[in-house]
């Protein structure tokens, strides 16, 4: 029997191993902040608050139930800290920098599932790019902790700030969305006392930008002085990432400028980076320097799709991802021009993209609805905050309107299983709980229905 059991998880898929990681992952850190050591009070946190936690910094999402700059100790950040990281590079990224720093080769099972894991369609060169992703996340996180460490220094105790400095690299950069902002500004604060600072919104933006825009484009990106070409993905990413940022800044400028309890009160260069760290912040970062509560509805409701449609693929976030929405916006062009064939950047795509593309959608449509009809039942808050909290953590953005301290624990344990499929993926997870799939024989005639 036991050899039998063994000889099943040796044969799991790719998608299954993925999911039994993270869910290990998630339990391990689960224990470690429930350990008095971790909680500034000396008490043990109960176990669905710690659950919660453990979930969102493991998905790199960033909602919280109690205030991590408070409620946790040094050594209780540290341990979210480095859920975030695993989480966001990937647990099976992290397993092959101990692997490539022994000189372990890595063997074909492995590279299938690092090929799951950063949603490649082959595994030629995975390893090398593996490489690159490490070299760039820590590239990227150093450089930034080294500017935060030093504008904060001027706010902070010396040692302070260079804390700081590493904890929100990290959390930016793998788009979570913690902050240690309570302990100086006051509980749930995030980044709002630095709502006009330059130095701090342009790192923080510049962080969760090159973590949402996936290690494939940052490659591409770095490597274009030498092949003077990008990708038609790299193109699409950047093209998207761009549009939705500029659209998103003006959107919410037009709706909160005349809003006394977010923008009205702001100078005009506050407001200015307000409305553009606002539209970035949904792309699965989870910081924020206004009131998110606050806000009017429309500019509520607008996060909303931004925070469905997330990052990019092979990035630290979440969302349908900019590729899914662009060829979604592709096909709705294509039909009202009555073409046949979605046409980007002279690039014809396959039939495959587009089909992965609407199940995604509607996986992903289906599952924030359900989850925000079940919370409507379980929770005594307007719809629309439900909604806005169901949104963010599918998309694992971390953002909210003040529900998730207020939250049953049937709504947390439901939000924890919405972060969980948030991070994963809709059809990664799909795979996993589904039987085989097996290659069909035959092909049934083709019928036609009337559409419209």
Known sequence: MKLSRKSRFLHLTPSRIL???????????????????????????????????????????????????????????????????????????????????????????????????????SMEGIVRLIRKVLLFAFCIEGTAAILFATRWAFDLPLGQAVYFGIFHAVSLFNNAGFDLFGSVSGPFSSLTSYVGD????????????????????????????????LSLHTKIVLTMTGLLIVIGTVVIFIFEFTNTRTLAGLSGWEQFWASLFQSVSPRTAGANTIDIGAMRQASQFFMIVLMFIGASPGSTGGGIKTTTFAILVGAVITMIRGKEDIVIYRYRLAKDRIFKAVTLTLLALFLVIMVSMILSMTEDHPFLMILFETTSAFGTVGLTMGLTTDLTDVGKVLLCLTMFAGRLGPITLAYALGPKSERELYRHPEGKITIG
């Open 198 to 229: 330059p130095v701090i919104n342009t790192v923080a933006m510049l962080l969760i930008v090159l973590g949402g825009i996936g290690f494939i484009v940052l490659s591409d990106v770095v490597d274009y002085r030498r092949t003077r070409k």
């Open 19 to 121: 999911v039994v990681g993270f869910a290990l992952i998630i339990l391990l850190g689960t224990f470690l902040l429930m350990l008095p050591i971790s909680n500034a009070d000396g008490e043990p946190l109960p176990f669905v608050d710690a659950l919660f936690t453990a979930t969102s910094a493991t998905c790199v999402t960033g909602l919280v139930v109690v205030d991590t700059g408070t409620h946790f100790t040094v050594f209780g950040q540290v341990v979210l800290m480095l859920l975030i990281q695993v989480g966001g590079l990937g647990f099976m990224t992290m397993a092959t920098l101990f692997a490539l720093a022994f000189k372990k080769r890595i063997s074909l099972k492995e590279r299938l599932i690092l090929q799951e894991a950063l949603n490649q369609g």
